[in-house]
Every structure is written in structure tokens, then in C-alpha cells.
């Protein structure tokens, strides 16, 4: 398998990059502050997630949009060899992928593991907390690799793009929400509320994990809608099946835009 | 043998290849001139797959391009700039090539050897010369045998004493019966290393013959003043 070579030395190459492990290193120092100052319960794991929610689709879809800008020339010269152009897309975007979701989860586990959550009765939810951020990382990946291709000679655009995105979802998302509450609270707003968090990929992340820990309070306005409107584990597969489909579009976009792509 | 029947790219609005008609036999060493930004970059990277067509037809040994790759496999090409993965090293980057090519190297160790490349392989890419990575450039595209060589202004950075190597193993290879296309703006290079001339222009081919034959049209006068005059009766 070709990829697998491709993804064997991308691999190699991003580990040598050093920045990869100071990446993980961020989680393993933050998620042990985050323990000790907020003791081993769910706080913990919530403030984990608040700050994985907040980080991992910024580092995922910036680096995915650069990672692909600076690997020009070699997509170049690996495509002037008898290589098809679906795999050397997976081996880039898992050659990235990996070692990201890699270096977040061991970051994260080693610590949560040495203050003893993963064994105890919360282990389901500080899986589920890694399991999310994995697919975060694959999801946006994905975009940046979409932005990236579809911006390739202005990496400006591609770069300004993926940050607006990312402010979008990740920051303004939930007050441009509360700003439709307070425009049309006369009206029955649970379905059209229900079908834009749909459209937020961190949002859906972060219901799922209200819901998983049942901390309504902390719901905002779209969790407690799903929560009231699906029960918790209908509204988790809901939620989740949504996911999926944020990891599919952008990728089965992003190989056909590389497909045709001339280089 | 490379045919390309009417082959059309633009990009945007810009037409870059008008209609390029071109039939290169096995074992012609041809050489492309033409003057900057007139589709010789393209064209070479549309018979690699790497621009696709608007339309038209490509074959390289009979088999017609369509997005397959397996073809590839009797092409070597050394690109314009010679940029690579930056932290790797020469060696790292030859094992890689060849394990994405899955083919024996089996000039490695010569090409290596003529460019004095041994002090270099240990060394990442990014602090290697200009010259010394384009003489790694021309050693991916040589060192796995391959029937057609694609050699875009190969020598453009190399210093008079590799470009001198580099010319006598494109000679040798030129006798080996490969097939040969190399642009250059240097006529010199053009008529000491190819038989045959195609000039493009404007994304069309203006001359496609002998060498000689334009030469001796040109009524004896040297091949660089024999493009020139082709130019400028262009009105480039």
C-alpha cells in the first residue's frame, strides 16, 4: 500500500518537526493543572473539554490548511511517480491526522491516568472527551485540507478563511444563536435551533458531552433544546451521526478537489 | 513515444495550450524552445498527469492518459525547481522514491557517484545548495532507468562541472535509445544534447522538425540566432 509508505514518512517528518510534541505536551501540563485545581470529578473533564473544544479545530484546520501549502513541492514530485492521487491524499491527510489525535490523546490520557479517572466511574466520559477530540482533529483536518486545495495559489485566502471559520463556529456561533432567540422568541424556535446546531460540528461535540454528564446548566440554549427534544442518548446517536457526516463531506469534497487539481 | 492530439488548458481565462498537435517517436531526443510563460512547463506537466486537460488526447507508449498512473513508471522527470520535503535527507529521500516507486534504482550509485553527491546524502535537504539539489533532482529522474526522460531546464543551477557530467549522461541515455525531452533557454545545450526541435508559442507549436533542417534554413547561422529570428518573425 502506497499510502502507508507516504504515511510512514510524513509521519517521520512531522515527529522530527518537534512542535508536534510540544503540542501534546500542552494537553499533558494543562489537563494535570486542570485535575489538581479542579479535583477528579467531571469539572475536570468539563474544563478539558471547554479548552479541547476551543483548540483542537483551530490547530487541526490551520495546520491542515498550512501542512498542505508547504507540501507542495512534494505533492509534486510524488505525482510524477507511477502514484494515484487518492492515495497520496490519504497518506497526507492521515499522515497528519495520526500523529495529531496522537499526541492529544496521550497528552491528555497520561495524566488523567496517573490521577486515577480513567479507572474510576467517570473512565466512559474521559473516554468519550479523547474519542471527541479525535474526531475534531479528523473532522477539521478535513476542512483545512479542503480550504487549502481550494485556495491553493492564495494561501492568504486559505489561511484568513480557516481562521474566520474557526471564530465562527468555535466563538460567535453561540451568540449569533442567542441573537436569533432574542430576534424571534416569539416564535416556536425549537426545530430551526435544533437543525443550526446541526451545522456546528464543536457544537455538537459539546452537547454530547453535556449530555453524556447531564450538567443542563451549562447546556446553552442548544443543548437543553436537545436534550428536551431527543432525551440524552437519542440526542447523543443524533448528535453523533451528525458528526459523521462533518468527517465525510469535507473529505469526500476534498479528494475530488484533489483529484482534478492541477498542480 | 509521446502523442498529443489537440491539446487545449487554459487557466481562467487565459488560454496557455491552444491546440498542441505532437508526435515524438521513441528514442528522439527533442529539444522544446519557446519564450517564457509560452506552455512549456504546462505541456510537459499534462503528459506527467499532473495538469489536466481542458481537452485533447495524450498517449505515452500507447496508453491514453485518463487520470491512471501506471504509465509513470517509464518516466523520469526532473522538475524547473528542485524544492524538497526539507527535513529529509538525500538518502531518506531516495529510499522514499524508491518505495513509492517500487522499482530497482539501479543507477543510483553511478548517478550518486559522477555528482559527487556521497558528502551530501547524510544531509537534510534544506541546507543543501541550489546545485547540489538539482543534481538530487536529476538523480531521481535518471536513476530508475526509465525509458523517457522529461528534463525541464535541468541544468539551470548546476555549475559548469555538473552540468558537464549532467550532459554526458543525458548523451549516454540519448544512446541508449531513451526518449529525450528537455527545454532549455540555453540553444548550446538544446543543440549539443537533442536532434530534433519543437518551438511553442503562444500554446501552439510553430516548429516541430530537425534540427538541422533549421539550421541550414537559417542559412548556416548558429541555432540560438535561428530561435531568435523565429521569435521576433513572431513578434515576441
Known sequence: ?263 | MIKIEDLQKSFGKKGVLNGINLDIPRGQATGIVGPNGSGKTTMIKTVLGLVKPDSGRIEVNGVKLNGNYAYRHQIGYMPQVARYPENMTVNELLEFIKSVRGTEAIFEEKLVDHFGLDSELEKPLRVLSGGNRQKVGATLAMMFNPEILILDEPTAGLDPRASTTFKELVHEEKKNGKTVLLTSHIMSEIEELTDHLIFILDGKVRYNGPMQELISKSAGRKLESAVASMMEGAGV
Open chain 1, 1 to 263: 500500500m502506497k499510502t502507508l509508505k507516504i504515511l510512514e514518512y510524513e509521519w517521520k517528518d512531522l515527529f522530527r518537526g518537534k512542535w508536534i510534541i510540544g503540542y501534546g505536551l500542552i494537553y499533558l501540563l494543562l489537563t494535570d493543572a486542570l485535575i489538581r485545581f479542579g479535583g477528579s470529578g467531571p469539572k475536570a473533564l468539563l474544563s478539558l473539554t471547554n479548552v479541547m473544544l476551543l483548540f483542537i479545530p483551530l490547530i487541526s484546520m490551520v495546520y491542515g490548511v498550512l501542512y498542505l501549502y508547504q507540501a507542495r513541492e512534494f505533492v509534486e514530485l510524488l505525482l510524477a511517480q507511477p502514484l494515484d492521487r487518492k492515495s497520496l491524499f490519504w497518506g497526507l491527510y492521515g499522515g497528519l491526522s495520526i500523529p495529531l489525535i496522537l499526541s492529544y490523546v496521550v497528552g491528555a490520557a497520561i495524566p488523567l491516568g496517573s490521577h486515577g479517572i480513567l479507572l474510576s466511574a467517570d473512565a466512559g466520559s474521559a473516554l468519550m472527551v479523547l474519542g471527541l477530540g479525535a474526531a475534531l482533529t479528523l473532522i477539521f483536518i478535513g476542512l483545512g485540507f479542503l480550504l487549502g486545495l481550494s485556495f491553493y495559489e492564495d494561501r492568504i485566502k486559505g489561511l484568513g478563511f480557516s481562521l474566520v471559520i474557526w471564530l465562527f463556529l468555535a466563538v460567535l456561533y453561540d451568540g449569533f444563536i442567542l441573537f436569533i432567540v432574542y430576534i424571534l422568541g416569539d416564535y416556536p424556535l425549537e426545530k430551526p435551533i435544533l437543525a443550526i446546531s446541526m451545522l456546528n460540528p464543536i457544537d455538537l461535540a459539546r452537547i454530547i458531552v453535556l449530555l453524556k454528564f447531564e450538567v443542563s446548566a451549562l447546556m446553552g440554549y442548544t443543548g437543553a433544546v436537545f436534550n428536551r427534544f431527543f432525551g440524552s442518548w437519542v440526542g447523543m446517536a443524533v448528535a453523533f451521526g451528525f458528526i459523521l457526516l462533518w468527517l465525510a463531506i469535507p473529505l469526500w469534497r476534498g479528494v475530488k478537489v484533489f483529484a482534478k487539481k492541477d498542480f
